[in-house]
């Protein structure tokens, strides 16, 4: 009913940059909040960055002022801007989304299938 699908992952080098871009599709009444977590291997899924639906952003120390998170509403996309990239930036990136489907529904947290960004020389 509602598919949340990423792209952008892959291969790049400590002090590079990469987009990450997620679109919500399907049965979609409203979106509030929208966000990215990761997973390192061997380690717990931790949240990166969220946007409210009215654009207040919130960050994890460890990527504030290096990412950017962004959405464009009228597409039901999130993104995530990634520059300065470290090697401990390497991780599964899932972007997740609160979605409502009708006017009389509750709100849904929906996820993504996630994407791997691997940062290394």
């Known amino acids: 009913q509602v598919q949340l699908g990423e792209s952008g992952g892959g291969l790049v080098q400590p002090g590079g940059s990469l987009r990450l871009s997620c679109a919500a599709s399907g049965s979609i009444f409203s979106i509030n909040t929208m966000g990215w977590y990761r997973q390192a291997p061997g380690k717990q899924r931790e949240l990166v960055a969220t946007i409210t639906s009215g654009g207040t952003s919130n960050y994890a120390s460890s990527v504030k002022g290096r990412f950017t998170i962004s959405r464009d509403n009228a597409k039901n996309t999130v993104y995530l801007q990634m520059n300065s990239l470290k090697p401990e930036d390497t991780a599964v990136y899932y972007c997740?989304?609160?979605?409502?489907?009708?006017?009389?529904?509750?709100?849904?947290?929906?996820w993504g299938q996630g994407t791997q960004v691997t940062v290394s020389s």
């Open positions: 997740n989304a609160y979605v409502r489907t009708g006017t009389s529904t509750p709100v849904y947290l929906y």
